[in-house]
Structure formats: structure tokens, C-alpha cells
């Protein structure tokens, strides 16, 4: 791996004399989609801007590499333009290098004109609720972001082993798309994700899998759910899976004064309820191998751990009022047998040292990092860690445009900027033990994954271990 000297070498041979003039050099702390749009959004804007994008990983892209589900490439088309702002000469990749670590964020502002967070929620939500954690012979209930990065290959969850194997349910706690991601990919054909850039070793597990039944609970009702129609749609081509619901509560929840009204007024919602009563069979009508059952008014009260299987006891829910809808116990409970529970109820942020943090997010205006209500000098935000962990990569998008705008306007009015050269930045670096994946070395060890994915039959096969990755990459 080039070092830093030789990093600096070829920028200065690529920029020429107007661009070494510059007098704005941005640090984008993140190398996903919230941090990529930010550098294209500045880039677009004005000539006078450099970006130096950090990663911890030494492979870009965040969620859009190991959060898209595998059989939704088209979610990951963004990332052409993405390798379009990495090559961009005003453009630098620093991978595997944590922020927080060996080079924190104050030292980032110290180097740079302005600092952009877009490191993302990296963690989740937990239910605190007794028995989650498993013990030596149960799995008990894991993440859906931690399964979901099992078979992406993100590497700090390979060490994740789901048990797909000590009964045939899985049950999902959550009603969004990434608990639909989860019971899809569960009860998927194998050889339809075999051809997509799974992991091999997700591949070989799914295909030993007994999992047959996944049941999906969520403790509101069917008006509330938060997953989409095309996401639904989806689970209903599954080949050989019966959608099962309660379609009684269904219609009598859309039939309601209260339902109708919400029905009228959101045309997804409606059609997402026909949807699912076209297709889902009462649990008494059940007849299929294989199920994804939707169950509604269910709330999680523990994970209960015997020898040969473990159950999740729920409680049984009414709804009350209107607006908001909520959730109440009746103090009638239910337990439902199964291999393991996936918990996907939201992400959550993590604070960096330094940095204001709310608990949920880095507080802003108009992406300004906000310390009380005084602006922090030359500090920004964008994505997730934001706005909080909602919507879509073209959400992540607009959002980090208007970031972007915020930097681009302190840089017009002087605010920032012509504060710091690329040659201090460098030294600093160096100082700092900074010795980081570039974009030529992440560029070397993309074409040996589609390479090593092409031999067979797929788009990409992922290195998943970050020691390997650098060993690709200095051809070890």
C-alpha cells in the first residue's frame, strides 16, 4: 500500500497549478452515501474545494455495500457515481483509518477548513428485555442490522453464527423493510441468491437451513406498519411461501371510521392493504411448507431459554385512540417456539468524542453541528447520524446536498476557509501514523472481487475480513 508521501506524490501530479491554489480543504468523516453526495454536491458546485473522504473500512460505500440486500442491485447503482467522485482529482479516499482513534475529530479541525460527519448509525436499538442475549446454548434474539452485515460480509459480523438449523421459525420483531429484507432472504430459493454478491459463506448456510416459517411481529396493527408495498409485493412472488395474516383484523381495521379516514388520505397505505388481502390466508387456512406470517398487536416481553429450544413470549395488544395509535396490553401472553429472533426496531448513533450528541443524533441546523444553541465553527453533519436512521439512499441524497449547501454558503461568505493547504494536512497525517487505503488500492481490490465473482457466476465475491483485504491490496 502507497503510503502517504506517494499518495501525495500522485495528487500533486494529477491537480496542476490552479487547483494547488485552492482555498478550502474539506475532511467528509464517513464513506457512504450521505458522505459521497456531500463531496459531489461540493465538486459540482465550485472549482476552489478539495475533499479528503475518511473510511474506517478499507472498502467505501457503507450500507449500500453492506445493507442492500443482495437481490436489489439495483439499489446500488449509485455507487458509478460514486466511483465517478472518487476519481475526481480534487478527491481524496483515506480508508481504514477510524476517526475517534488514532486521529479524532478536533484534530480534523484543526487540519481542515470545514468537517463533514456522515459516519452513519453504526449500532441498534435493543429491546432490554430478559433472555435477549441467549446463553450458551441459545442464540436468543440478534440484530437484523448485525444479520444483515452477516451475509454482506461486512467483517465485524462474521463472527455471527444464526442458528438456522434447532427449529424451522425464525421470528422478526419489527414491521419495516429490513425486517421484510430478513424474512425474505430467509425463506428465499438458495439458488437465487446464490448468483447475487452474498457471501459464499451466507450462501452455503442458507442452503443447510431448516428455517421454513418466519412470523413477522410488530405491536401496533396492519395501518401501522412501516414496511412499503414493493417490499411487500416482493414476499408474495416468493415462490412456494404462503403469506398468512390475520385477515379479519385487516378488514375490520380498514373498515373502521378511523381507518377509513387514513385510507383516503394515503394512497400507498390502501394499496398495500388490498395487496395483502389479495394474497394472505387466515392462520387457520394455513397450508404451505413454507410461511411468512404477518402477526400484529404482539410486543416482545422475553426470551425464554430452555434446553432443547428457545420461545419468545409476547404479549397480546389492543389498540387505543386515534391519533397517535397506540399499543396496550390486554395481560393475555402467547409463546411462539423457534431457532433464533431477529430484533429490527431502528438503528441507533454512536457520539465521538468531541462532538455534540444528543443520544439519537449529532444536533444541527440546517446541517450546522449545533453545541447548545451556538453553531460549532466549520463542523457539519449529514445522513443518518443527522436526521436519524429514515428513508432511502435518495433521501440520504437530498439530505447531504443540503449539507453540502451549508458548506458551500459559510465558504461564499467567508466564514470558513483559506485556512489550511494540502501540505499541512499531509504532514499532520503522517504525524498521526496515518498510513491509509487509497483509491487506487481500493480500486485493486474491487476488480479482485468481481474477478473472484465472475469464476463463479456472480457479480462480486467479498473479501470479509479486513486483514485479507489489505493483503489483496499489497498483493500478499
Known amino acids: 500500500m502507497a503510503g502517504l508521501v506517494s499518495v501525495r506524490a500522485r495528487h500533486l501530479a494529477k491537480l496542476g497549478a490552479r487547483q494547488l491554489s485552492t482555498n478550502a480543504n474539506i475532511a467528509v468523516v464517513g464513506g457512504g ?23 474506517r473500512l478499507p472498502a467505501p460505500y457503507g450500507l449500500v455495500r453492506y445493507g442492500v440486500a443482495p437481490d436489489h442491485p439495483e439499489v446500488k447503482n449509485c455507487t458509478a457515481k460514486f466511483s465517478e467522485v472518487s476519481g475526481n482529482a ?18 480534523l479541525q484543526e487540519m481542515y477548513d470545514g468537517v463533514v460527519l456522515a459516519y452513519g448509525t453504526s449500532t441498534d436499538r435493543r429491546l432490554n428485555i430478559p433472555g435477549e442475549d441467549g446463553d450458551q446454548r441459545h442464540i436468543g434474539m440478534v440484530s437484523a442490522r448485525q444479520f444483515v ?11 455471527l453464527a444464526p442458528d438456522l438449523s434447532s427449529h424451522d421459525t425464525v421470528v422478526v420483531v419489527g414491521h419495516g423493510n429490513v425486517a421484510l429484507d430478513c424474512a425474505r432472504i430467509l425463506l428465499a430459493p438458495v439458488e437465487t441468491l446464490a448468483c447475487t454478491d452474498m457471501t459464499v459463506r451466507a450462501v452455503e448456510a442458507l442452503k ?40 379479519a383484523l385487516v378488514e375490520q381495521e380498514c373498515s373502521s371510521s378511523a381507518g377509513q379516514a387514513l385510507l383516503q388520505t394515503s394512497r400507498p397505505l390502501r394499496r398495500m392493504m388490498d395487496l395483502l388481502l389479495k394474497h394472505a390466508v387466515s392462520p387457520d387456512q394455513m397450508t404451505g411448507e413454507r410461511t411468512f406470517q404477518l402477526r400484529f398487536l404482539r410486543s416482545p416481553l422475553a426470551i425464554e431459554l430452555d434446553e432443547k429450544v428457545q420461545r419468545v413470549r409476547l404479549a ?8 397517535p395509535v397506540r399499543a396496550v396490553a390486554t395481560g393475555d401472553e402467547e409463546e411462539v417456539a ?9 438503528y441507533a448513533g454512536q457520539a465521538l468524542e468531541g462532538v455534540p450528541f444528543d443520544g439519537r443524533v449529532v444536533p444541527n441546523i440546517a446541517g450546522r453541528v449545533m453545541s447548545g444553541d451556538k453553531p460549532v465553527h466549520g463542523l457539519y453533519v449529514a445522513g443518518w447520524i443527522k436526521r436519524g436512521p429514515v428513508g432511502v439512499i435518495a433521501t440520504t441524497m437530498q439530505d447531504a446536498y443540503r449539507t453540502a449547501d451549508a458548506v458551500l454558503m459559510d465558504l461564499n461568505s467567508q466564514a470558513i476557509g483559506g485556512q489550511s493547504t494540502l501540505s499541512n494536512i499531509d504532514s499532520m497525517l503522517e504525524l498521526c501514523g496515518i498510513n491509509p487505503v487509497s483509491n487506487e488500492d481500493w480500486r485493486r481490490l474491487d476488480a479482485y472481487e468481481v474477478s473472484k465473482g465472475q469464476t463463479a457466476g456472480k457479480p462480486r465475491e467479498k473479501v470479509t475480513s ?3 483485504m489489505l493483503n489483496v491490496i499489497r498483493d500478499k
Open 33 to 55: 452515501a450521505a458522505g459521497f453526495y456531500t463531496a459531489a454536491r461540493l465538486l459540482s458546485k465550485t472549482p476552489d474545494v478539495h475533499v479528503d473522504i475518511f473510511e
Open 90 to 107: 480534487r478527491v481524496r479516499f483515506f480508508g481504514n483509518v477510524d476517526i475517534g482513534g488514532s486521529l479524532s475529530v478536533s484534530r
Open 149 to 159: 452485515a452477516w451475509y454482506n460480509g461486512l467483517p465485524e459480523a462474521q463472527n
Open 208 to 247: 443447510e437451513s431448516r428455517i421454513r416459517h418466519v412470523q413477522m411481529v410488530g405491536r401496533r396493527g396492519p395501518l401501522q406498519v412501516s414496511f412499503t408495498t414493493k417490499e411487500l409485493r416482493e414476499m408474495t412472488k416468493l415462490s412456494n411461501v404462503q403469506v398468512v395474516c390475520d385477515r
Open 316 to 323: 397480546i395488544n389492543r389498540l387505543e385512540g386515534e391519533s
Open 338 to 346: 423457534c431457532a433464533m429472533a431477529l430484533r429490527s426496531v431502528g
Open 466 to 468: 479486513v486483514q485479507d
